[in-house]
């Protein structure tokens, strides 16, 4: 059985984006950019939301051609091109670099990609976090807070239906103030 992990930056008070979908405080340090980089590596498959599929894929198929890209950006744009994704949305029609498209039920194609064999998941986009997170699905969450208030925007935690009990596996400090905490569920 795979291991789903959520994991994003977000603000001290909770968000991953600001109103308007405003992301600029989420500039990571190169060390924190390299931590990222490991973790994805480590992934056998991404599951995307529809609105950080389209963040991911405006930027990271050819990531690694910017003029300014550091080593770690390139080597996570190769990784992000080579990495299986599944991109869950009923509101776009096609997608590519190495990806399929679920418009169906999200959280029945998610139970069945976690029975399979394979590395590690890894499951972005709020919305469809949140669903997973209420189907009980999320084995690890990965919350790397950054020292900023934005007071509203896109919540990385959704409402749930009951507690869920979390075990602490790592704490990290990261230039400029940034404190990783990962934790597995309680099992």
Known sequence: MRTLIYGMNLTLDGYTAAPGDDIGWSEPSDELFQWWLDHEQASGLSL??????????????????QPDATPAQTEFARNWRDTPKVVFSSTIDTVDWNARLVSGEAIAEITRLKAEDGGP???????????????????????????????????????????????????????????????????
Do not use: C
């Open 48 to 65: 995307y939301g529809r609105k950080l599929w389209e963040t991911m894929s405006s930027y990271w198929p050819t990531g690694d051609q």
């Open 121 to 187: 998941m890894n499951i972005g986009g709020a919305t469809l976090a949140g669903a997973a997170m209420r189907a009980g699905l999320i084995d690890e969450y990965v919350i790397a807070a950054h020292p900023v208030l934005v007071g509203g925007g896109t919540p990385f935690f959704s409402a749930l239906d009951s507690w869920v009990n979390l075990n602490l596996v790592e704490t990290r400090t990261f230039p400029g103030g940034v404190v990783l905490t990962r934790y597995e569920k309680a099992r």
